[in-house]
């Protein structure tokens, strides 16, 4: 059967594509990934060759991943776990780095074929006064979701684990009442050895999400903690056991982040406003508090 042709059609020149490639390349998530950094250029190079349709999920993961000429695609998701990691990293790029950029780089969803179209200065339209969905900066609980620590070797593991935490800081920021740090922000602060504390005197955090993942072949155990940022001190913990299989369950990183977000008590419970109106502030309560004044 005559293969069908993937048509990519551009109105920029492939030096001008290269050149946005190689700013992007510089940015933190991907300067320090290998991986969406090779995965970024081989779909890209790709493209401008003209072999598009080859762009598919066992041809990525061999060029890409090294994966044997054998390889299963069933058998793995590491190609759609990485593809969300590029489209989150992508979208993080563009929303910080808002100069000097020709064009705008997409990986559209369901397929591996970058689109390049205009920049746009802008991805969201600006809040008008009195939308019931705009938060003063102040009247909101400001949070940092922490890369999740782990002990595995296994890439594919590794890369659900940091998806897990990019899952956790997407659901918090649908909320107008919290205001999230970038997760590519806490992971570069990681990999300085920032701590908590920092957190709290550059950005001016308050509850740090922060804790560890082991993943088994039938299970997956999350250890979770809630930090005040401002000292360091613990003031919620727990511990979840999942049965799920990450080689049975391609939407393994959702169903880890939904469980989560369901098993950590609301963040209003560790806070108490001081003032009123439009200058209040939020403040931490003492650990003491937090289960008396707190309790149903």
Not at 229 to 252: F, G, K, Q
């Amino acid at each position: 059967m005559e293969k069908k042709e993937i048509a990519v059609t551009t109105s920029f020149t492939n030096e001008i594509i290269l050149d946005q490639v190689q700013r992007i390349l510089k940015y933190p998530a991907f300067n320090v990934s290998g991986v969406l950094s090779s995965f970024l250029s081989y779909v890209v190079h790709e493209t401008l060759s003209g072999k598009a349709e080859y762009l598919k999920e066992y041809t990525i993961a061999v060029n890409v991943f090294n994966k044997p000429l054998g390889f299963n695609p069933s058998q793995s998701g590491i190609v759609r776990v990485n593809a969300r990691r590029l489209r989150d990293a992508l979208s993080e790029y563009y929303m910080n780095c808002k100069a000097e950029n020709a064009c705008e780089i997409i990986i559209p969803k369901g397929g591996y074929t970058p689109v390049f179209k205009k920049f746009r200065s802008s991805h969201a339209p600006p809040l008008q006064s009195g939308n019931k969905n705009s938060s003063d900066p102040d009247e909101t609980i400001k949070i940092a979701v922490m890369p999740f620590k782990s002990w595995e070797r296994v890439q594919l593991k590794l890369s659900v684990i940091d998806s897990v935490g990019q899952m956790l800081s997407n659901e918090f920021s649908k909320s107008p009442y919290f205001s999230v740090l970038s997760h590519y922000t806490t992971r570069q602060l990681q990999s300085e050895n920032a701590s908590i504390h920092d957190m709290h005197s550059r950005y001016g955090i308050q509850i740090a999400v922060t804790g560890s993942i082991l993943i088994n072949p039938k299970r997956i155990t999350v250890f979770l903690q809630l930090v005040k940022a401002e000292t360091a001190m613990l003031v919620w913990s727990d511990r979840l056991d999942m049965d799920i299989a990450l080689s049975r369950n391609p939407n393994v990183i959702q169903l880890i982040a939904n469980e989560i977000m369901r098993t950590i008590p609301p963040l209003s419970n560790f806070l108490v406003r001081q003032g009123s109106g439009k200058v209040a502030r939020l403040k931490i309560l003492p650990v003491s508090k937090i289960y008396t004044d707190n309790t149903a």
